[in-house]
T-cell receptor, first 113, second 109 residues
Framework: DGGITQSPKYLFRKEGQNVTLSCEQNLNHDAMYWYRQDPGQGLRLIYYSQIVNDFQKGDIAEGYSVSREKKESFPLTVTSAQKNPTAFYLC????????????FGPGTRLTVL | GIQVEQSPPDLILQEGANSTLRCNFSDSVNNLQWFHQNPWGQLINLFYIPSGTKQNGRLSATTVATERYSLLYISSSQTTDSGVYFCAAPFSGNTPLVFGKGTRLSVIA
């Protein structure tokens, strides 16, 4: 099946710990994106990558880091510097060019205790 | 800054009713997408509609790019239509999607 997978579905961490969220796609898409969603809110862009080994900050990049070593993978690390990390995290991908249609994974719900 | 505004923020419908959701955007766009977020959080693509009208079953969408708005029509609503509907657009060049805050739809039997 072609699609975008995110793991884990739920993640619990203690305050001060770094955590890494996985995002994999087998759609052969060049571009990948990470969004954050808070309760009752829309999606806000954290980071995006349009090509391997290159990525750009979105609107709320502080306290997050990413890597893009492979076309199909775009992991997100939530660092201890992120002041309010509890949220729903969504990964997306598209063919090259942000004006193209984006498709989303199922999301990871992160709770920091 | 660039804004995407959706209305109404909340909508309650009786099953079988029709509804129109609106998306206004503050600048010209070269793409517009409508999504449905189900109760489990999954974002489902409804329409990719830079301009014109598209239909998919009971749903249709119209984007009037020159007037900077898009409409999503839901006819004969069903309880499974409940959830949050988002519109999103990239603004000029190669910028990522900007999302509206969504319309929360509740369809009651």
């Amino acid at each position: 099946d072609g699609g975008i997978t995110q793991s884990p579905k739920y993640l619990f961490r203690k305050e001060g710990q770094n955590v890494t969220l996985s995002c994999e796609q087998n759609l052969n898409h060049d571009a990948m994106y990470w969004y954050r969603q808070d309760p009752g809110q829309g999606l806000r862009l954290i980071y995006y990558s349009q090509i391997v080994n290159d990525f750009q900050k979105g609107d709320i990049a502080e306290g997050y880091s990413v890597s893009r070593e492979k076309k199909e993978s775009f992991p997100l690390t939530v660092t201890s510097a992120q002041k309010n990390p509890t949220a729903f995290y969504l990964c997306a991908s598209s063919v090259k060019g942000t004006y193209n249609e984006q498709f989303f994974g199922p999301g990871t719900r992160l709770t920091v205790l | 800054g660039i804004q995407v505004e959706q209305s109404p923020p909340d909508l309650i419908l009786q099953e079988g009713a029709n509804s129109t959701l609106r998306c206004n955007f503050s600048d010209s766009v070269n793409n517009l997408q409508w999504f449905h977020q189900n109760p489990w959080g999954q974002l489902i693509n409804l329409f990719y509609i830079p301009s014109g009208t598209k239909q998919n079953g009971r749903l249709s969408a119209t984007t009037v790019a020159t007037e900077r708005y898009s409409l999503l029509y839901i006819s004969s609503s069903q309880t499974t239509d409940s959830g949050v509907y988002f519109c999103a657009a990239p603004f000029s060049g190669n910028t990522p999607l900007v999302f509206g805050k969504g319309t929360r739809l509740s369809v009651i039997a």
